[in-house]
């Protein structure tokens, strides 16, 4: 049977000329700092399709009509945004794809609970955003002792742990936090009041350090599944307490 | 899956924003960019040109069905190896845990779909994983399949409680049914995957499970093991005709125990080649590496029923992709603008849509061929009538869905995939960390877009060669002279194109939900 030498002859010539294709379109430019002015009006985005290069830094200036979660699915980074306030949205188009953006508008009266007290998201403290080797200092105070503080990186929500504050004095005054592009290390530290924490960003993007848990945490605080489509999921669940409205998608091209 | 979106232009026109639950593929989201424009051309050149390079090389290959194999059995210490009692039993007993694990999860578990094993189990290791993996290495399914398992076990068991009779009632299966139930089965399969809209809920899962747990067992009981497996398992079918593709096969070579078997399972050359049943009481067996794709260019007869299943699998592949594209959504908003969007939650105009759309599409597709068919027919002179034309070369086209089917669901199973690695720790979602993998985080750039583009084209290209030389060895083989091979061919060729384009076509297609 002679099919070999056809099929050999048709795989050579397809790889080489694919090959071709994908080293020409490989048009090295560098990843750069993107500002990306975005509009959500009426519960509609525009531009709807938001088209960026792999690693390129990205900061979506939001601006809406109506307060809201902003939500980029499997990136998973979610912000609060404020009813004609600019947000600046920060990710780092690491992945390539096409990722959905949700809007979940919040109405009046509607801010879950807990969520802008003081002990909530980024009550406590917040940093700037953090450049890779940049660090970000607190310490704790007295009125803290015997509570519990969660952290994250509002940029990586993977990157979280818990301070746990001490009530006893003992002679602990510095403690050091890691940020690694996998997983804030210790993931958790015990401290008392006046200990003084630095977190060092470590990873390869920025990052920041906020107080409270991520918004897709305070469900079901165990981490690790990535919980951004679960609110769709479940909604029969909260039988439609919750309103995510699919307003448009990140479009990440391979560079 | 039930991602919410939103129909646009037409009814946000209207002032109305609607939030429908969406669900293209049972569970799961889809991040693929489309495939640009340039490899879209290029891969649909080369399938023409290659087509036609083909034509011209290939007028001179013989019709012999023979090839290359290798036997994984030939030496002693391999077959004890692989027909070890200790080997396989784990792999049985963790494959039927796996089945109690989908219902035990699936009712007692955490309801969300994402912290819940049953989903992304059934939904995408399962169904989308061990496709592939049947249609590239082999049917493991008739080697894991938990209901032939479990009924095996317990044919066992009587025998020992009461030696000397059988389990099963063994009532003879009506021939005429063919595998019509499994059909039946997988159409309904199909409908939960791409209509249905509670197909991601744990504990729909569970009850599926149950419900098709009873229907298999009950198959079995009545009609026997293997006669059902063989008829009205729609798994064991479907997975069967994948296998073809793959680089493996199990053959009887003495056939002195076939006659044992409940069915004659030799083909039109006489090998009896992946029956399970002679494979399991034969000693004088054989389990073949063999070139991909070759098993569906057997010389044996194809029955209605057969092509039916065919025309379904390659309809349904294609409905899953075309079902997430813009046009499919505007013909969304078509239905609802016609209908209204009343209706309850399971029965509304969605699901109407997209219950056409499974409907119709086999449909479709069964009418095109038909019509090729025709044109095969007519090229030969009515040698060979219309649907004998369709049933003969049926399998041939299966390689270009199975490529266009990898290419469609590669990402998924790479990215939502890696779910199943914190679930298998915590897989009713309670807080476990059995296996202390709860905190795994997903790497969401696992498979860069050009890579992608350019696996996904290049195996849409070599699924279309691959299915323009089986086509031909069937033609070789059914024709008397080469003159009409070739006039038989240029019909089948234009399909095949068609059929290439529309794949490629549905990958460069913006996936909008």
Known sequence: MNIRKPKLIGMVIGMSLFAMVAAAACGGSDPEGLDIPVNIEAREMSPETIKVQQGDMVTLKINADEGGEFHLHTYDIEAEIEANIQTDFYFVAEATGRFKITYHPVGEGEHDEGKHDEDGHGGIFKSHELAPGATFSYEIEHHQAGETIPFHSHLRPALNGNIIVSKDESQIDAVAIEYTDQAATPHEIHVEPGTVITWTNNSSVPQTVISGLHADMVMDANGGIDKDMDKNMGEDEHDGEEEEIEIGFVEVQPR | ?513
């Open chain 2, 1 to 513: 899956m039930k991602n919410l979106k939103i129909i646009l232009p037409a009814v946000a026109a209207a002032g109305s924003l609607m939030v429908w639950p969406a669900y293209a593929h049972g569970f799961g989201e889809r991040t693929e960019l489309p495939v640009p424009l340039g490899y879209f051309l290029i891969g649909a050149g080369f399938a023409v040109a290659l087509s036609f390079l083909f034509i011209s090389v290939f007028v001179k290959a013989s019709g012999e069905s023979s090839y290359r194999r290798f036997n994984l059995l030939g030496t002693r210490w391999s077959q004890a190896t692989l027909t070890s009692p200790i080997l396989l039993t784990p792999i049985k007993l963790f494959s039927v845990l796996l089945l109690g694990l989908v219902i035990a999860t699936g009712y007692a578990g955490e309801s969300e779909s994402l912290l819940n094993f049953s989903p992304t189990f059934v939904w995408i290791i399962w169904w989308v994983g061990m496709s592939i993996f049947i249609a590239l290495i082999g049917n493991i399914w008739a080697l894991v399949n938990p209901w032939k398992i479990i009924f095996g076990w317990a044919e066992w068991f009587y025998q020992i409680v009461r030696p000397g009779r059988s389990l099963s009632l063994s009532r003879n299966y009506p021939a005429k049914f063919g595998i019509w139930p499994a059909l039946m089965l997988f159409v309904l399969y199909t409908w939960i995957q791409d209509a249905y809209t509670k197909g991601d809920i744990p504990s729909q899962i569970a009850t599926m499970a149950v419900v098709y747990s009873i229907i298999t067992l009950g198959g079995m009981f009545i009609f026997g093991r293997y006669q059902w497996l063989r008829h009205g398992e729609a798994f064991s079918v479907v997975f069967g005709v994948l296998s073809r593709f793959s680089v493996t096969e199990i053959r009887v070579r003495s056939q002195d125990s076939c006659p044992v078997c409940s069915v004659d399972c030799r083909n039109l050359s006489g090998e009896c080649i992946d029956c399970y049943e002679c494979f399991q009481r034969s000693s004088d067996r054989e389990l073949n590496l063999k070139p991909f794709a070759i098993g569906l260019g057997r010389n044996e007869k194809v029955t209605n029923d057969i092509l039916a299943l065919v025309v379904l699998m390659l309809a349904t592949v294609t409905f899953d992709g075309f079902s997430a594209t813009p046009a499919w959504a505007e013909f969304q908003t078509f239905i609802l603008d016609t209908f209204g969007n009343g209706g309850s939650e399971v029965f509304n105009s969605l699901v109407l849509a997209d219950t056409m759309g499974v409907i119709l599409f086999p449909l479709g597709f069964f009418l095109v061929y038909l019509f090729f068919s025709k044109l095969m027919a007519i090229s030969v002179e009515g040698e060979v009538s219309t649907l004998e034309m369709a049933r003969i070369f049926g399998y041939s086209l299966i390689p270009i869905a199975l490529a266009y089917n990898i290419a469609h669901f590669i990402t998924l199973l790479l990215i939502q995939g890696q779910l199943i690695v914190p679930l298998a720790s915590d897989p009713f979602g309670s807080g476990w960390n059995i296996l202390g993998t709860v905190d795994y985080s997903i790497n969401i750039a696992i498979i860069n877009a050009r890579i992608l583009w350019f696996l996904s084209v290049g195996l849409i290209v070599l699924g279309h060669m691959l299915a323009v030389y089986l086509a031909h060895l069937v033609a070789i083989r059914t024709f008397s002279d080469r003159a009409m091979v070739l006039k038989s061919q240029y019909p089948m060729l234009t399909l095949m194109v068609v059929y290439t384009l529309i794949s490629l076509w549905i990958l460069a297609q913006p996936i909008v939900q």
